[in-house]
C-alpha cells in the first residue's frame, strides 16, 4: 500500500459536498487513500462507500471536526 494520501475538506463548502466526495472516490487510484475532512460524522456515506467497493475508518478529531480515511476495499 502507497502512502498516497488526498485530503477533502468539505467543512466551509456552500454547495453540497456529496458531488465532490463522490469525483474525488472516482479519482481515487487503487494505491491511494482519500482523508474525508467534515463537520459532522458522514453516516450516510458509509452505505455509499460500502457500496462503491470502499473501506473507511472514522476518527473524531474535535467537536465539530470528523476524519474519514477512504480507500478501495
Known amino acids: 500500500m502507497s502512502d498516497a494520501e488526498s485530503v477533502l475538506d468539505v467543512r466551509d463548502r456552500e454547495d453540497p459536498p456529496f458531488p465532490v466526495i463522490s ?40 467537536d465539530d471536526e470528523w476524519h474519514v480515511t477512504i480507500e478501495h476495499a
Request: charged share 40%.
Open 23 to 62: 469525483g474525488a472516490l472516482e479519482e481515487l487510484d487503487p494505491d491511494e487513500r482519500l482523508l474525508l475532512v467534515n463537520d459532522f460524522e458522514p453516516v450516510p456515506l458509509y452505505d455509499v462507500l460500502a457500496d462503491r467497493g470502499f473501506d473507511h475508518e472514522t476518527e473524531r478529531v474535535g
